[in-house]
C-alpha cells in the first residue's frame, strides 16, 4: 500500500490520471488509500482529481475540500 501511495500521492501523477477517472472511481482509490493510513495521498488524489470537475460533478465547486470530504466518507 506505501507504494500505491506514493504513486496516487504525488501531485504530478494525480494530475495527469485524476481528471481521466469518475469521481466514483477517485472516491475509491481515495478511501483505499486512507484505510491503509496514507490520509495526505488520498487528499492530494482527490484534490487534482476534483481540479477538473466541474459543479454539476461530485467533487465540483470552489468549496470542495479534499481534507474534509475524505474523513467524512463523501
Not at 481528471?19 to 466514483?24: G, I, Q, S
Request: overall charge negative.
Amino acid at each position: 500500500m506505501d507504494g500505491l501511495a506514493l504513486v496516487f500521492g504525488r501531485p504530478r501523477t494525480a494530475e495527469r490520471i485524476g481528471p481521466h477517472v469518475t469521481c466514483r472511481e477517485a472516491n475509491l482509490i481515495a478511501y483505499v488509500l486512507v484505510a491503509s493510513r496514507h490520509r495526505d495521498a488520498a487528499v492530494v488524489w482527490l484534490d487534482e482529481h476534483a481540479a477538473s470537475d466541474t459543479e454539476d460533478d461530485l467533487h465540483g465547486g470552489a468549496g470542495f475540500d479534499a481534507a474534509r470530504y475524505i474523513t467524512r466518507g463523501g
